[in-house]
């Protein structure tokens, strides 16, 4: 496994105004791809819920109380201790105290004045990291450090829980597969129903994107103006997002992968009812 770090932004936060120098925040968040491709992958990066439960369980068992570094950048120095940390279904969650220093106290102020972005150094489990579509999803890793980022906590879409399962959750039962209880079957003006109904994509905080907030219509060629009004397309958004990690057009592609991936769903959904209703009006 190599030590590596990663561009996917938790967030640090003061709880109380007793101690200037401790944080807490999600520092770790599960299920969030990262803005942009990464080398290692030609894709961008995601953890899967619990990747980091058996690292964390180690840190807190250490019998020696060591602990988890804070750095105030990738490859400083250390600016701060992760003094508790846990493993929650959205993330790891630690409270972080700054050492009482200059670098410490100046960390510190940087936080509080809303430069809270934090990012983990870690090792992966490649055994257990699987493409998803554009992404691909770490569910076993190494905490190694955390260190301060000046990218915000992103709040965009997360993977869904389908999409970060070890194993595939399959669509349909397949043909050759015996089974004594058939697929409940559908009719036709309940199938054109679901076919004319708007494409949703679950985001965070159960926000959803409808098909008419899709960023490519039918002309993919040029589809519309981002919020700099420059025009964009499918292919141009490709090439900016990877030649210049370009945020707007990696989550525009992203939308669209996860809008084609559930538009193929359907239509597989759909086909195998058709064949289902088919068969059976042939007994």
Do not use: C
Request: proline content about 7%.
């Amino acid at each position: 496994m190599t030590w590596r770090t990663s561009e996917i932004s938790g967030f640090l936060r003061a709880e109380t105004e007793d101690d200037p120098l401790v944080f807490e925040g999600i520092v770790i968040p599960y299920g969030q791809p990262s803005n942009s491709p990464v080398p290692e992958y030609g894709k961008r990066e995601a953890f899967a819920p619990g990747a980091f439960a058996e690292s964390i369980a180690h840190w807190n068992e250490r019998a020696d109380k060591g602990k988890v570094a804070y750095r105030s950048a990738h490859k400083e120095k250390a600016v701060g201790v992760a003094e508790a940390m846990k493993d929650t279904p959205d993330g790891v969650w630690a409270r972080i105290r700054m050492l009482d220093t200059p670098a410490g106290r100046e960390q510190a102020a940087s936080v509080r004045a809303g430069v809270n972005g934090i990012s983990p150094e870690f090792r992966p489990n490649e055994d257990r990291s699987t493409m998803r579509g554009p992404v691909v999803v770490h569910r076993e890793a190494r905490l190694m450090a955390l260190a301060g980022s000046i990218n915000p906590a992103y709040d965009g879409a997360r993977l869904s829980l389908r999409d970060m399962e070890e194993t595939p959750v399959p669509e349909n039962i397949p043909a050759e597969q015996d089974t004594n209880t058939p697929a409940p079957s559908r009719t036709a003006q309940e199938s054109a129903q679901e076919r004319d109904q708007v494409a949703t994509i679950t985001r965070g905080a159960g926000v959803t994107i409808t098909r008419q907030e899709l960023p490519y219509g039918r002309d993919a060629l040029m589809s519309g103006e981002d919020s700099r009004g420059r025009r964009f397309s499918i292919l141009s958004d490709g090439y900016n997002a990877w030649a210049h990690n370009d945020p707007e057009a990696g989550e525009r592609l992203w939308k669209w992968e996860q809008a084609r991936s559930e538009m193929e769903k359907r239509m597989e959904r759909d086909a195998g009812t058709q064949s289902f209703v088919r068969d059976e009006a042939s007994f």
